[in-house]
Antibody, heavy 119, light 107 residues
Framework: EVQLVESGGGLVQPGGSLRLSCAVS????????MDWVRQAPGKGLEWVGR??????????EYAASVKGRFTISRDDSKNSLYLEMNSLKTEDTAVYYC??????????WGQGTLVTVSS | DIQMTQSPSSVSASVGDRVTITCRAS??????LAWYQQKPGKAPQLLIY???SLQSGGPSRFSDSGSGTDFTLIISSLQPEDSATYYC?????????FGQGTRLEIK
């Protein structure tokens, strides 16, 4: 069974940092691009960024809203994807989902982890 | 960035009704269009991709038509379990963008 499980969310003050993890099972993680997508409370979906696979040099892409503050990494030996978030702002409050990217569509998604940025 | 505009923002319909949700891209995206269904408190689920391909396991009452800039999600005969919010997403170019969502309520 394909599974993606996010962890690491929580309450953090503005300007703080947080690291999210996404543990993957049920498919060959190292073959795939992986993305992060977020959803602010009561709002729509926003693409955050992408991690390409080893064949594409583990290159990354970011939305303009997070570029320079967020860093995506992966550890193929641990079947895990990470999102390092620095200089957090209140507008980063959201549920963060990891998702497998296949031909630029997302399937499946993890259950999400809530990040709350508030003083 | 490619802007995705969905309409309507919400719709209420009865069981058995035919429901259509439209999605318009600000520039041509070919068939790089996916639809997702999201139920409250749950992660989105892929419903349709490449503008017209039904995801494995997806009910056959869901279909899509369109290419270029205009797309339509069609639910041929609405079922109670279809109550959800639906999002379109373009995969033509980075940054990937979503429509604002259409909330579907069952009368």
């Amino acid at each position: 069974e394909v599974q993606l499980v996010e962890s690491g969310g929580g309450l953090v003050q503005p300007g703080g940092s947080l690291r999210l993890s996404c543990a993957v099972s049920g498919f060959t993680f190292s073959d795939h691009y992986m993305d992060w997508v977020r959803q602010a409370p009561g709002k729509g979906l926003e693409w955050v960024g992408r991690s390409r696979n080893k064949a594409h040099s583990y290159s990354t892409e970011y939305a303009a809203s997070v570029k320079g503050r967020f860093t995506i990494s992966r550890d193929d030996s641990k079947n895990s994807l990470y999102l390092e978030m620095n200089s957090l702002k209140t507008e980063d409050t959201a549920v963060y989902y990891c998702a497998r990217a296949m031909s630029n569509k997302f399937d499946p998604w993890g259950q999400g982890t809530l990040v709350t940025v508030s003083s | 960035d490619i802007q995705m505009t969905q309409s309507p923002s919400s719709v209420s319909a009865s069981v058995g009704d035919r429901v259509t949700i439209t999605c318009r891209a600000s520039q041509a995206i070919g068939t790089w269009l996916a639809w997702y269904q999201q139920k409250p408190g749950k992660a989105p689920q892929l419903l349709i991709y490449a503008a017209s391909s039904l995801q494995s396991g997806g009910p056959s009452r869901f279909s899509d038509s369109g290419s270029g800039t205009d797309f339509t999600l069609i639910i041929s005969s609405l079922q109670p379990e279809d109550s959800a919010t639906y999002y379109c997403q373009q995969g033509k170019s980075l940054p990937f963008t979503f429509g604002q969502g259409t909330r579907l309520e069952i009368k």
